[in-house]
């Protein structure tokens, strides 16, 4: 979608900077994706302006952060992207508080915090993606999952039109789900963090390194495991011992090292990867009586 001249006028007074027909495949760990503009908003605070100019021209939009857990519509895409640049460092410690912007990389998070002996979330060291998808999804890995170490977040939320603060208290942090609503976007986070000696953390981090390096595609583009969990059991599992592993749908393929990883295994499209998740879906449906249900977040137009 484009943005007319005189909406991205008044989107640059604001401090937003356009960036016309870029392509989101390049934006996504899976490498799909269509064209559209986008908006990176520099400012924080000028965000319920921008948004109030989008809903006047009724121009349809979404955020989007790291691009890591999320598949894109291919083609010309009807709605702009809107995202908000990392600033460095992003980060800053009171005592045993980190208050980081959501941009931030959350590996980067990880270990920014641990130089500074403040750990507790060595699990989510190999986790792709930005704090404030994170945060969103409530990601974790290894035992350790960022909800737990909320203590304030600062969003936008669209039902208000306003910026406001959250306490942790008041936000549900379920298995990858949270009870911000859809058009929440999360701006910074404070996270409580045990003190920890440097060296027992980095021991932590390079644990869970070498479990995710031998048990995931990591040289690959994904968007890390398609599918949650079911209650008490395994999405790779169950695909695995259906013998899915290498099964392709043009060029999308479930990975041979994890079978919940879907890898783009060439130019694989949209349609290629949505057609590869309903087969899947429907093998462990017919093998299982279990309906998994997506982990990865789908647009599609
Ligand atoms: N397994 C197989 N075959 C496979 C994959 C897994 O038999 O192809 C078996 C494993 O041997 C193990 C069990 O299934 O006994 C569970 O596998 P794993 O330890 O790899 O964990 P997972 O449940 O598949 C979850 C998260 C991952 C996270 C890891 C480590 C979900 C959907 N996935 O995977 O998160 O990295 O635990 O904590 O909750 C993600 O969310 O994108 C993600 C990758």
């Known amino acids: ?18 960036l016309p027909g870029v392509s989101l495949a390049e934006r996504t760990s899976l490498g799909i994706g269509g064209t ?6 520099r400012r924080y605070e000028t ?8 809903a006047d021209q009724r121009i349809p939009h979404r955020f989007l952060g790291g691009g890591t857990n999320v598949l894109i519509a291919d083609g010309e895409l009807p709605w702009v992207a809107l995202h908000l640049p990392p600033a460095r460092p992003g980060i800053a ?3 045993d508080i980190a208050s980081v912007d959501a941009s931030a990389d959350l590996g980067g998070m990880v270990t920014f915090c641990a130089k500074r002996d403040l750990g507790g979330m060595e699990g989510l ?8 998808g994170a945060l969103r999804m409530n990601a974790g890995a290894y035992g350790t ?44 986070v404070k996270l409580e963090l045990p003190s920890k000696p ?12 070498g479990k995710r390096r031998s048990s995931q595609p990591l040289n690959q583009k994904s968007a890390g495991c398609i599918f949650k969990n079911p209650p008490g059991g395994s999405a790779g599992r169950m695909i695995d011992e259906l013998g899915l592993k290498g099964a392709r749908e043009g060029n999308a393929m479930v990975s041979d090292r994890h079978a919940n990883f879907f890898v783009n295994a060439g130019r694989a499209s949209c349609a290629d990867m949505l057609r590869l998740i309903e087969r899947v879906r429907e093998s462990v449906r017919g093998a299982y009586g279990v309906e998994l249900e997506n982990e990865v977040i789908v647009w599609q137009n």
């Open 1 to 18: 979608m484009k943005i007319e001249s005189k909406a991205a006028e008044r989107l640059k007074e604001l401090g937003a900077e356009l």
């Open 36 to 41: 559209t503009d986008e908006i990176l908003l």
């Open 47 to 54: 965000i319920p302006q921008v948004m109030r100019l989008l």
């Open 93 to 95: 410690i009171e005592g």
């Open 125 to 132: 060291i190999g986790v792709p993606g930005t704090v404030g």
């Open 145 to 188: 999952q960022i909800g737990s170490h909320v203590r304030e977040v600062e969003l936008y939320r669209a039902s208000s039109g306003e910026i406001e603060i959250l306490r942790g208290d008041d936000i549900r942090f379920d298995y990858r789900h949270t009870s911000f609503a859809p058009d929440d976007v999360m701006l910074r």
């Open 198 to 209: 440097y060296r027992e953390i980095l021991e932590g981090i390079r644990i869970c390194n």
